[in-house]
T-cell receptor
Framework: GESVGLHLPTLSVQEGDNSIINCAYSNSASDYFIWYKQESGKGPQFIIDIRSNMDKRQGQRVTVLLNKTVKHLSLQIAATQPGDSAVYFC???????????FGKGTRLSVIA | EPEVTQTPSHQVTQMGQEVILRCVPISNHLYFYWYRQILGQKVEFLVSFYNNEISEKSEIFDDQFSVERPDGSNFTLKIRSTKLEDSAMYFC???????????????FGPGTRLLVL
């Protein structure tokens, strides 16, 4: 079936460096993509989202890039801080209030 | 800032027992969801609920599961006869629900950790 997956299960970065977390998806009908951050023992926390009619969206210190041609999504975190340490999930849906399909997650560790 | 809340935070039960997990979605949201996350695995969709009925459900959501909105604020997930493999984190989520064409962010609660012995 259709699935969302992640290229790297773990990522270690120096504090202050930029982080890039990647995600591949396979559902060509996906219309809406979200990045969530999950800290230990907590629920997924919304970071940023993007619709399929866009290829880039920026938030505070975060940027999401969408390449529909190769079905690839990335999350860029600028000036990574210790508080950014968490597991990051990409999720996709066919839009509206349809169910989210999550990727496996990438653990980001920030080295002080 | 409004948030989704869930109770209890942890639940330990014996195999075969019934459990009810409770959620209070964000107050002006209309769509409600349950997801689960088995330890070390990805988050999986169970069911969505809108206008007092199930909107969509996954293969995981079999006859032992049910959902209910017993009043204007609570949204519950009942597992009738728990199995060992039901041990997981269960997350409730809600979204505003302004239509399929809209971008509808799902906001998640902190989860209930269920352990079936």
């Amino acid at each position: 079936g259709e699935s969302v997956g992640l290229h790297l299960p773990t990522l270690s970065v120096q504090e202050g460096d930029n982080s890039i977390i990647n995600c591949a998806y396979s559902n060509s009908a996906s219309d809406y993509f979200i990045w969530y951050k999950q800290e230990s023992g907590k629920g997924p926390q919304f970071i940023i989202d993007i619709r399929s009619n866009m290829d880039k969206r920026q938030g505070q210190r975060v940027t999401v890039l969408l390449n529909k041609t190769v079905k690839h999504l990335s999350l860029q975190i600028a000036a990574t801080q210790p508080g950014d340490s968490a597991v990051y999930f990409c999720a996709e849906s066919e839009g509206g209030n349809t169910p989210l399909v999550f990727g496996k997650g990438t653990r980001l560790s920030v080295i002080a | 800032e409004p948030e989704v809340t869930q109770t209890p935070s942890h639940q330990v039960t014996q195999m075969g027992q019934e459990v009810i997990l409770r959620c209070v979605p964000i107050s002006n949201h209309l769509y409600f969801y349950w997801y689960r996350q088995i330890l070390g695995q990805k988050v999986e969709f169970l069911v969505s609920f809108y206008n007092n009925e199930i909107s969509e459900k996954s293969e995981i959501f079999d006859d032992q599961f049910s959902v209910e909105r017993p009043d204007g604020s609570n949204f519950t997930l009942k597992i009738r006869s728990t199995k060992l493999e039901d041990s997981a984190m269960y997350f409730c989520a809600s979204s505003r629900g302004s239509g399929r064409a809209a971008r509808e962010t799902q906001y998640f609660g902190p989860g209930t950790r269920l352990l079936v012995l």
